[in-house]
Structures are given as structure tokens and as C-alpha cells.
């Protein structure tokens, strides 16, 4: 059975599982996900495949359990280990080409603060690091971005990779992201993703930007324009094209009572007609979930089968084994053929501590990829590089335009010193008299934030001052009551 499956559709569903693993890709973009493992509970629910999911409960379980047991003060979870193996028919057990390990650290509110990557070097078999992520928040723990850095292994120091930055409209919905790349000493503009809501509070759009130059601005790249009825959703995507919009893909869920899709349709535009691409089609078990997943592609008259997936579960509902199969038609025995498998292990806890990915080798199955997931509290005294050696500092003085704007009653202040300073930022009114002195301090260089509360004062333009030194800067804000 295996011999009639080429080795090009074997790796394509290999490709496939990690695309599901690491990234959970999505047709379309969605509201960007806090890191939190709890805000993925809401933001990643699967529209079929649970796999990344499983994963995602099992890392908010054991981070609840943690939370009991810690003490106050920054700390590690170590949650998982993900070895890579080739594939060769010679060796049941592969060649280990690559090995990672990932670590989370949580501050006193429960909130991710860093998430750090090891590599195994296959050389001297040690653990190095690899990559790094600073989450950065306000006074009221709103996310406002993330920096990424990377490890220069000549000089043994981290060195800024990616920063997004998050801006929020007045009901701390997203309103805008900036992505930036550390260049030349300094982050240059790379793009920015541009959040609309309906009425109901739903996403109804998201524009994605480009940075071109002082010369061309921010300029258009993608739209997704989202529809909401009953029993359906659908996502049109639009790309920029001689100056205006125009339509590229059609994704179009329909749902079931329970808000589970029944089948996901996937056209494209062709002239001025949506034509079928393929769709998936969903069937459930008694508890809900979903255990057989059909992929089929439309010929031009009729759908014809493509791809299966079935899961299996304990009598916990907790997924143990999945089975991905391709359509296979030769005249003769047209039948469903196995591309791999992957099964799923848990702790007593019911906690994932492991996935294995195998492909068909002769009548048996050979590994692939596998992943060990271990929930340890770490000290950050035991890992290499201290917490408080990751903080990014700024290149220069900014004061940010408060969000949200306009504000009632609070709002929130934000500022960048390159340099450990001296610091004043007082709010006046338009007579030109200070109503607040919000900061008179000497503060740390890094990226500080103050809340301002307007509670006592009248509605209206107030400007808010950020001086320290030779730099001085005045910015507008509005109180609507």
C-alpha cells in the first residue's frame, strides 16, 4: 500500500503537520494573539484540527497548577522539547538533525514576560541559545508589543531582531500593530496591520501596510473584509492592485448550531465569478469534536476526494492518535492510502507530554518528528542568562501619543529614554495651566508608561509634556465625558 504513495506526497503532509504544529495557520488573519496561554484559549479555537490546540490546553492546565505552587517573583516553565529526525528507510529509529527547547516566564500576575529557545548543537551536544522574546505591558497590563532578539553566537550576546508595537482603540480592541526590524543600530518601519469592529463588537476588517520610504509612505497591501450571519462567516481577501482593491479569495464557513463548522468552502476570483478551489468537511462524534476531516478539490463539475484525516480519543475525549490518508485513484483500487500518523501521549494530569510523528515504512511505520512536552518550574537563577540581562533599551527620546484617544476617564502615557534621566511629564490645559505633574523622578533607561486619571477635571484638549534634559516634547489629547 505504501509503495503507491510517492515520496513528494509524503513529505508534503510532513510539511503540513509542522505548518499545524508550529504556526496553527489560519486562511485569514485574526485579532494577534496575546501571549498568554489563556488569551489562546479564546483566539485559537480549531475549525477541525485540534492538534495545536490540545497542546494549548494542556500548556494553560499546568500553568494554572504552577501558579499555586510558585512564590512571588519572576519564574521559568520549561513546557517543552521538540526533537527533529530525518527519514530513512535503513533506520527505524532516523537520524536526530535538530533538537529545541523552549522556556516561558511568567511575572507575579501570571502574564508571559519572555519566552526563550535552546538549540541542541549536534556537535557538542550542548544546549545554546537560540532566540528570545521580551512581552512588554502598560500599568494596567494591556500587551503593548513584543521585541524578538537574536543570539550572535561570535560575541555571546543578544542582539534586537523584530519589535511590534500595539495600539488599541478606546474599548482596548486593536486598532493598529507596527512591525519594525533592528537595523543599522536603529528599528526601521517595516508594516502596519490596520483593525476595524462592527457594531456587535466583531472584527469587520484588517489592513496590512507596507513601509516604503519617506517618499511613498505607508502603502496597501492586503484587505480582509469579514461577514457575519447566522449559521455563517465568510472572509473575502482583497489585495492592492493599480490603486484599488480588488478581490483575490473567498473563505466561507458554515456553521452548525453549536458555532462548529460543518464544511469550509474556498473560491478564488476569476474576471468577475468566484470559482470553487476546494472544500473540507467536517463530521463530529457524540462529544462534539471533530473525529473524521474531508478535504476535497472541485474538478469543474464534481468534487473529487483529496485528503482525510480521522481521530481517535480516550474516554476522556483527550485526542491519542491522528491519521492523515490521501485519495489514491489508479483504474483499479482507488482507496484511501496512509501518509503518516501521529500519536499523542499524556502525564497523570492529562497533561500533553508528547507527539510522534511516523510515516509509512513498508507495513510498519517509521518516526518522523517527535515532540516531548515536560512542565518544569525553573529558578531564573538556574537559567543561563538572567531575566533582567533581556530588557531592550531605546535608541533615542520618544513620548507616544496616549491610547486611548479620546479618553474617558483614564488613559495611558508612554515614553522611551535611551539613558538613565531625569524626568517631568505634567498635563496642562489650554489656558496653558498644569492641572497634573504625573512624573518628577529619575528613572532607568528602558520603556516607561503612566496612567492618567481625569476623574476631577472638565472635558476637553489637554497637552501632556514629557521633559528631561536637552529634550522637550508637548503632545494633544481630548477628555469626552
Not at 464534481?302 to 492518535?321: A, C, G, P, S, Y
Amino acid at each position: 500500500m505504501f509503495t503507491k504513495i510517492t515520496f513528494r506526497m509524503i513529505w508534503s503532509g510532513v510539511l503540513l503537520f509542522g505548518i499545524c504544529i508550529i504556526s496553527h495557520a489560519q486562511v485569514s488573519p485574526a485579532l494577534p494573539p496575546t501571549i498568554s496561554p489563556e488569551s489562546h484559549l479564546v483566539q485559537q479555537k480549531s475549525l477541525g484540527n485540534d492538534t495545536t490546540q490540545s497542546i494549548i490546553d494542556s500548556l494553560a492546565t499546568v500553568v494554572e497548577h504552577l501558579r499555586k505552587l510558585k512564590s512571588t517573583g519572576p519564574w521559568w516553565l520549561a513546557y517543552s522539547e521538540t526533537h527533529q529526525y530525518s527519514i530513512d528507510s535503513y533506520n527505524d529509529s532516523g537520524t536526530l538533525v535538530s533538537a529545541d527547547r523552549y522556556y516561558v516566564a511568567y511575572d507575579d500576575n501570571g502574564s508571559v514576560v519572555q519566552q526563550l529557545t535552546k538549540e541542541l548543537d549536534l556537535i557538542s551536544l550542548e544546549w545554546v541559545d537560540s532566540t528570545l522574546m521580551n512581552m512588554e505591558y502598560d500599568v494596567d497590563h494591556h500587551q503593548m508589543g513584543y521585541i524578538s532578539l537574536q543570539m550572535d553566537r561570535n560575541s555571546g550576546s543578544w542582539i534586537n531582531f523584530m519589535r511590534q508595537v500595539y495600539q488599541y482603540d478606546t474599548n482596548w480592541r486593536f486598532d493598529r500593530i507596527i512591525s519594525q526590524q533592528w537595523f543599522n543600530e536603529k528599528w526601521l518601519d517595516l508594516r502596519q496591520t490596520l483593525y476595524t469592529f462592527n457594531a456587535s463588537n466583531q472584527l469587520s476588517s484588517v489592513i496590512s501596510q507596507d513601509w516604503l520610504g519617506e517618499g511613498l509612505g505607508w502603502v496597501n497591501q492586503k484587505r480582509y473584509l469579514y461577514n457575519y450571519r447566522q449559521n455563517y462567516q465568510s472572509t473575502a481577501t482583497q489585495s492592492w492592485i493599480n490603486n484599488k482593491w480588488a478581490d483575490i479569495s473567498l473563505t466561507e464557513y458554515y456553521l452548525n448550531d453549536t458555532g462548529n463548522p460543518d464544511s469550509i468552502l474556498y473560491k478564488t476570483m476569476d474576471n468577475t465569478e468566484w470559482v470553487n478551489v476546494d472544500r473540507t468537511l467536517y463530521y463530529y462524534s457524540a462529544s462534539g469534536r471533530p473525529d473524521t476531516t474531508f478535504r476535497q478539490i472541485w474538478m469543474g463539475a464534481e468534487w473529487e476526494n483529496f485528503t482525510r484525516t480521522i481521530v481517535k480519543r480516550n474516554q476522556k475525549d483527550l485526542t491519542t492518535e491522528e491519521l492523515y490518508q490521501q485519495w489514491y485513484e489508479d483504474g483499479y483500487s482507488d482507496s484511501w492510502y496512509d501518509i503518516y500518523h501521529i500519536r499523542y501521549t499524556y502525564d497523570q494530569y492529562d497533561n500533553n507530554i508528547g507527539q510522534y510523528l511516523e510515516i509509512p515504512n513498508g507495513y510498519s511505520w517509521q518516526m518522523a518528528i517527535s515532540t516531548t512536552n515536560s512542565y518544569t518550574l525553573v529558578k531564573p537563577t538556574e537559567v543561563p542568562t538572567p531575566v533582567e540581562n533581556f530588557k531592550s533599551v531605546p535608541q533615542r527620546f520618544v513620548l507616544n501619543q496616549n491610547y486611548p484617544n479620546p479618553f474617558n476617564p483614564n488613559t495611558i502615557i508612554r515614553y522611551e529614554l535611551p539613558n538613565t534621566s531625569d524626568v517631568e511629564l505634567t498635563v496642562y490645559d489650554l489656558t496653558g495651566r498644569q492641572v497634573a505633574t504625573l512624573v518628577n523622578e529619575r528613572q532607568a533607561a528602558g520603556i516607561h508608561s503612566v496612567r492618567f486619571d481625569a476623574q476631577n477635571i472638565a472635558s476637553g484638549v489637554y497637552f501632556y509634556r514629557l521633559k528631561t534634559g536637552n529634550f522637550n516634547q508637548v503632545r494633544k489629547m481630548l477628555l469626552l465625558r
